[in-house]
């Protein structure tokens, strides 16, 4: 199983436009796709002119994220179209935060992992949420209108902090995962894929 998470930047409003339109977008872009291979224990930091991982070549494979719809939207339009990433087929994805919400736990990745009462080296970074939100949106634009982004920048801390935000999502999604497993075996409830569906 495939863990990821992506950080994007954008010129219009992911949460009035939806993730398939905002993915649609010619603005909208990749900062960085960080994952984890949990049948091999190994992780990595995928950015935009990388050679794509082998990983994500495997037909087979299965890929989980938190609210995976938004993943698959940025994979399908523009990790394949752009980079020339293999597509997915969607009974390839599941959703954590649906098996979340099917438990009766909030849809938030923070917020559930505070209610499982996950360790501080595996919670959501809420800090790092302040530098995505700002980088997901451009600095400034030229005289012309063109989007100047955070990259434009000398100094590629904020870069690095992102991916570390990135990086953190991703281990707080999987330890909501195998404590989803584990409550899954103590309720009567059986335990369902969920797919991220249009």
């Not at 935060?97 to 809420?126: F, I, M, N, T, Y």
């Not at 063109?146 to 990259?151: A, L, Q, V, Y």
């Amino acid at each position: 199983m495939i863990h990821l998470d992506l950080e994007t930047r954008a010129v219009i409003d992911l949460t009035i436009c939806g993730s398939h339109r905002y993915s649609l977008d010619c603005n909208t872009d990749v900062w960085c796709l960080c994952y984890h291979d949990t049948s091999t224990d190994t992780s990595g930091t995928w950015y935009p002119g990388d050679k794509v991982p082998d990983l994500f070549l495997d037909p087979f494979t299965q890929f989980t994220a938190w609210n995976a719809q938004f993943e698959r939207n940025i994979h399908s339009n523009i990790l394949v179209p752009r980079y020339g990433f293999e597509p997915i087929d969607v009974d390839q994805w599941e959703d954590t935060a649906a098996w979340s919400r099917q438990l009766g736990l909030p849809a938030s990745l923070g917020k559930a992992g505070e209610v499982l009462g996950l360790p501080s080296d595996q919670k959501k970074d809420k800090d790092g949420r302040t530098l995505m939100m700002k980088m997901a949106k451009p600095r400034n634009y030229t005289a012309t209108g063109e989007p100047i982004w955070w990259d434009d920048l000398e100094d590629h801390k904020m870069l690095d902090d992102l991916v570390d935000y990135c990086k953190q999502d991703v281990l707080a999604e999987i330890a909501i995962s195998k404590m989803l497993t584990e409550v899954s075996k103590f309720t009567n409830r059986q335990t369902i894929t969920y797919y991220a569906r249009d």
